[in-house]
């Protein structure tokens, strides 16, 4: 597959810049595979009939974002730098993305607070140098239990506008901390709304895959499979795995909210069916032609071009059905991308 093939045109005034109130409100674009009929919903009719069935599982990825955006200086020439921190290796290392000029190993880095005071004189080395700019840093002492106070949430690029509270940047079932970045499609769930598709029969699971660096690359070759894609933490529970199957042997359907969701249940189910057990990184990367074994329907956002994540959309539904419903979006002035509306693939 062609990397071009994953251009659609989109009106910038459609990027979604701030999260809808409350949450629930967003549109909800329902597309039916085998028909390829398209209706136009709110996410609140998520658990009418044309949607989810009684007997359905619902999954969804519990991973919380961490406050993982920091700012640092140079020692000893103050030289400002960004760092995004991916992945804890042990308590005072971690791989991370660093922005800045002249960023080599032996660099010395020292944390600049969110708050004068907040944090105390924290500083990094630069250990390693990765692939695809990633470099190790190895901190003075752990920042885990303080990055709430000297971190900030690391929003898309292409959300310009500040965001007033971070926790509309986490699901309300936000638990397990550890991503660079929100699993996007959870983000229009309220309370009441997961309590009303429980008392209407569906089932709900919860797995963690910790989403990393892919989130926010392009894709740059000139073919798709080319991409080299990063390694991410996933965890399918033994709980989790006994509600899906349970779902399958009743005739229910295993229904992915997020393409994060989607890899890592598919990730559990290249080990084997029935689904067990699973956790360990995994770098699936789901591009056309890939043949599902657990997924039947997802719930996702709508996705940048030349993105693995709408690599992912094409392979479940079709690229010329998912483009379709794009342009459909695009003309009935739906919300793209990160805090925007949703899509319901059938």
């Not at 798709?224 to 965890?235: A, G, S």
């Not at 994060?260 to 290249?270: D, G, H, Y």
Request: proline share 6%; with cysteine.
């Amino acid at each position: 597959m062609k990397t071009s093939d994953l251009d659609y045109e989109l009106p910038e005034e459609l990027i979604a810049q701030t999260p809808i109130e409350p949450r629930d409100a967003a549109r909800l674009l329902v597309l039916d595979r085998s028909t390829r009929a398209l209706a136009h919903r709110r996410f609140r009719e998520l658990g009418d009939a044309a949607c989810l069935r009684t007997g359905d599982v619902l999954v969804l990825n519990d991973t919380r974002v961490l406050p993982a955006r920091l700012f640092a200086t140079k020692l000893p020439t103050g030289g400002r730098v960004e760092v995004l921190l991916l992945k804890q290796l042990d308590p005072v290392t971690w791989e991370a993305v660093v922005g800045g000029s002249g960023v080599r190993v032996g660099t010395w880095l020292r944390i600049v607070p969110r708050e004068s005071g907040a944090a105390g004189d924290i500083q990094a080395t630069v250990t390693a140098s990765r692939d695809l700019g990633v470099r190790v840093l190895r901190f003075d002492r752990p920042i885990d239990l303080e990055l709430d106070r000297l971190g900030n949430v690391p929003l898309p690029p292409y959300i310009h506008a500040p965001l007033g509270d971070p926790e509309r940047y986490q699901t309300i079932y936000a638990r397990a901390p550890g991503s660079a970045a929100a699993p996007t499609a959870g983000l229009h769930f309220t309370p009441e709304l997961m309590q009303s598709l429980r008392d209407r029969g569906v089932d709900l699971a919860f797995v963690e895959l910790r989403v990393g660096l892919d989130t926010f690359r392009p894709i740059d070759e000139e073919d798709v499979e080319q991409h080299r894609i990063h390694t991410e933490y996933c965890r399918v529970s033994a709980e989790a795995a006994q509600h899906i199957e349970r779902a399958r042997h009743a005739g229910g359907r295993v229904i992915a909210v997020g393409t994060t969701t989607v890899r890592a249940l598919e990730s559990a189910a290249s080990v084997g069916l029935p689904i067990s057990a699973f956790e360990g990184d995994t770098n699936l990367f789901i591009t056309p032609g890939f043949e599902f074994r657990m997924v039947d329907a997802m719930i996702t956002n709508f996705h940048l071009p030349r993105s693995t994540l709408l690599a992912l959309v094409f392979a479940f539904a079709g690229r010329e059905r998912v483009l379709q419903a794009y342009r459909e979006a695009v003309v009935e002035r739906y919300r793209f991308f990160s805090f925007g509306d949703a899509m319901l693939v059938l």
